[in-house]
């Protein structure tokens, strides 16, 4: 379920996020890098909800369990703890596994692009 990321090149949201990276502190950079992981995360649950209301074969049963315990096993704060020992908020760029597990959910639940703006919330 990669396809968040793609959605955000096709609008021309990574192009944007890109420009405002080069014009701002690294700690800034990292938290709208935070907002653009989860914004593809939530992304990819909308893509799921459609893929499940066309009855698509394309997930598994499974499958989005799956992800959702992708989503948590990759957030800042736990690989950080497991690598690190600690958490340094500054310092991610994905967000924390409840962040993730969250905007996930939101794009399933919803199946609406509209409710995948991370920069505003």
């Not at 310092?91 to 692009?113: I, K, N, V, Y």
């Given at each position: 379920?990669?396809?968040?990321?793609?959605?955000?090149?096709?609008?021309?949201?990574?192009?944007?996020?890109?420009?405002?990276?080069?014009?701002?502190?690294?700690?800034?950079?990292?938290?709208?890098?935070?907002?653009?992981?989860?914004?593809?995360?939530?992304f990819a649950g909308v893509w799921a909800h459609v893929a499940q209301q066309n009855n698509a074969k394309?997930?598994?049963?499974?499958?989005?369990?799956?992800?959702?315990?992708?989503?948590?096993?990759?957030?800042?704060?736990?690989?950080?703890?497991?690598?690190?020992?600690?958490?340094?908020?500054?310092?991610?760029?994905?967000?924390?596994?409840?962040?993730?597990?969250?905007?996930?959910?939101?794009?399933?639940?919803?199946?609406?692009?509209?409710?995948?703006?991370?920069?505003?919330?």
């Amino acid at each position: 379920m990669k396809s968040g990321h793609h959605v955000q090149n096709v609008l021309g949201i990574s192009d944007k996020v890109d420009q405002a990276r080069s014009r701002i502190s690294r700690e800034q950079a990292n938290a709208l890098s935070v907002r653009v992981e989860l914004q593809a995360d939530c992304f990819a649950g909308v893509w799921a909800h459609v893929a499940q209301q066309n009855n698509a074969k394309l997930i598994e049963p499974g499958d989005f369990e799956q992800r959702l315990n992708t989503a948590s096993a990759i957030g800042d704060d736990r690989l950080q703890q497991q690598s690190q020992g600690r958490v340094v908020p500054e310092a991610f760029t994905h967000g924390t596994s409840a962040q993730r597990q969250r905007w996930l959910r939101r794009g399933l639940s919803t199946g609406d692009m509209r409710q995948c703006d991370t920069y505003a919330a």
